[in-house]
C-alpha cells in the first residue's frame, strides 16, 4: 500500500515546558505540519508514505528532510524552490490558559507554488490514497490550485481522496474565504474527516443543539450524526465522513473520541479520558493517520479502523512534538485496554 499526502511542513519553534513566550530565553526546535503529521504516522505503522512539498534549496530545507527521512518517509518528490520554509511558534497552556500558535510562514516556498510544478500523474503513480488538508488551500491561491490539481489528478486514476477539513481562521489571508475555495476540493473527496467546528465554519453545517465552547468535557456522539448526513450530502462523493470528538475540560484534561458514519451507520468509538496530556498538538492528524492505516488494512471494519484512529491518536496526547512516534501493535494493545503505562521488560 502506498499512501501520498501533500501539503506544507514547517520548522517548530517552542517555549520550553509550558513557559510563556515572553518568560523563554531559548526554544526547543522541530518539524510538523498537517500532512506531513499524517506521512510519518503511516511510515510508523509500515505503510510506504510519500509526502509532498515545495522546499527553498537550502540547509533549513535539507534538515527538515532528513527529519522525514528519518521517520521513514518518502521524499523524492519534493519540489525544490522559494525562498524559505514556514515557521510556527507554539506556547503550551496549562490547566485555564490555552495554548497559543504563532506563525510566521507568509511567502514560504509552497506558499508560493503554483499549477503545473508537480508532475501530479507521476507522483500518485502506484499510489493506492492521496491525503490533503484544509491548511493547503488556506496559504494561497497558488497553492489552493495545485492541491484541486492533485485531487482530480487522484480521481482521474482512481486513488482513493482524504481530506482533514481543518480550518484555520489565522490562515485564510490572501482574500478568499474557506466557505468559497474548500467546496470544490471537498467534491473529489472519498473520506471526509473534522472536528465539532470545521463543518460548521467551513460549510455552515452544524449539530442541533450543541455549544462547542462549552463542552464541560462531554460531547455526544450521536449529536453529530446529523452534521455526517449533511456533510454526505452535499458532498455525495464522500463514503465516509467522520467526526473527532474532544471535550476540554481544561488544557491539560480532554476527552477523546469520535464518529464515522458510512452511509448507512454511525460508528462511535471508545471514549478517552486523558488526564496528562503532553503536547495535543498534531492530535488531529495522529487520528487521520491511523484512520488511512485502519481503512486500508481492515477495509471490511470501519468500526475498528475507526478505533485504531482513536487509541493512535490518545496516545499521540503523551508524545512531545508533531509527529505520533508509536508502532502499530503499541496502538492495538492500546485498542484492547492496556493503558496501565506499566513498564515493559
Not at 117 to 140: C, Q, Y
Not at 151 to 167: F, Q
Not at 181 to 190: F, H, I, K, S, W
Request: aromatic share 8%; hydrophobic share 40%; charged share 25%.
Amino acid at each position: 500500500m502506498k499512501v501520498v499526502t501533500f501539503g506544507e511542513v514547517m520548522l517548530r519553534l517552542a517555549t520550553p515546558g509550558y513557559e510563556r513566550f515572553s518568560q523563554a530565553t531559548h526554544l526547543t526546535s522541530t518539524f510538523g505540519g498537517g500532512e506531513a503529521n499524517v506521512a510519518v504516522s503511516l511510515a510508523n505503522y509500515g505503510i510506504e508514505a510519500d509526502f509532498v512539498t515545495r522546499l527553498p534549496k537550502n540547509d533549513i530545507a535539507e534538515w527538515c528532510i532528513a527529519e522525514l527521512r528519518k521517520r521513514g518517509v518518502g521524499t523524492a518528490n519534493i519540489a525544490r524552490g522559494g525562498e524559505r520554509v514556514g515557521i510556527y511558534f507554539l506556547e503550551t497552556g496549562a490547566v485555564a490558559r490555552p495554548s497559543k500558535v504563532v506563525y510566521d510562514r507568509a511567502h514560504s516556498s509552497i506558499a508560493d507554488i503554483e499549477p503545473g510544478m508537480i508532475n501530479w500523474r507521476e507522483v500518485l503513480k502506484g499510489a493506492d490514497w492521496f491525503h490533503w488538508t484544509g491548511i493547503t488551500p488556506a496559504l494561497s491561491q497558488g497553492a489552493a490550485d495545485a492541491c484541486l490539481e492533485a485531487i482530480r489528478t487522484a480521481n482521474e486514476m482512481g486513488v482513493t481522496v482524504s481530506c482533514d477539513l481543518n480550518y484555520r481562521k489565522n490562515l485564510w489571508k490572501y482574500g478568499k474565504k474557506a466557505s468559497e475555495v474548500m467546496p470544490a476540493l471537498t467534491e473529489g473527496c472519498d473520506v471526509i474527516l473534522g472536528n465539532e467546528e470545521d463543518a460548521e465554519k467551513v460549510f455552515g453545517i452544524k449539530p442541533e443543539g450543541f455549544d462547542v465552547a462549552h463542552t464541560g468535557g462531554e460531547v455526544n456522539a450521536a449529536e453529530f450524526e446529523s452534521v455526517c448526513r449533511q456533510l454526505q450530502a452535499r458532498f455525495p462523493r464522500a463514503k465516509k465522513v467522520i467526526i473527532t470528538l474532544r471535550g476540554s475540560i481544561n488544557a491539560n484534561h480532554n476527552t477523546w473520541g469520535g464518529v464515522l458514519w458510512d452511509g448507512a451507520k454511525l460508528h462511535a468509538s471508545k471514549r478517552y479520558d486523558i488526564t496528562h496530556i503532553v503536547d495535543r498538538v498534531g492530535g488531529g492528524d495522529s487520528f487521520m493517520g491511523g484512520l488511512v492505516y485502519g481503512l486500508l488494512t481492515w477495509p471490511a471494519d470501519d468500526g475498528r479502523a475507526l478505533e485504531f484512529a482513536v487509541a493512535a491518536s490518545a496516545l499521540k496526547h503523551t508524545i512531545y512534538g508533531d509527529f505520533n512516534l508509536v508502532t502499530a501493535s503499541e496502538v492495538e494493545a492500546l485498542m484492547g485496554g492496556d493503558g496501565s503505562g506499566r513498564v515493559q521488560r
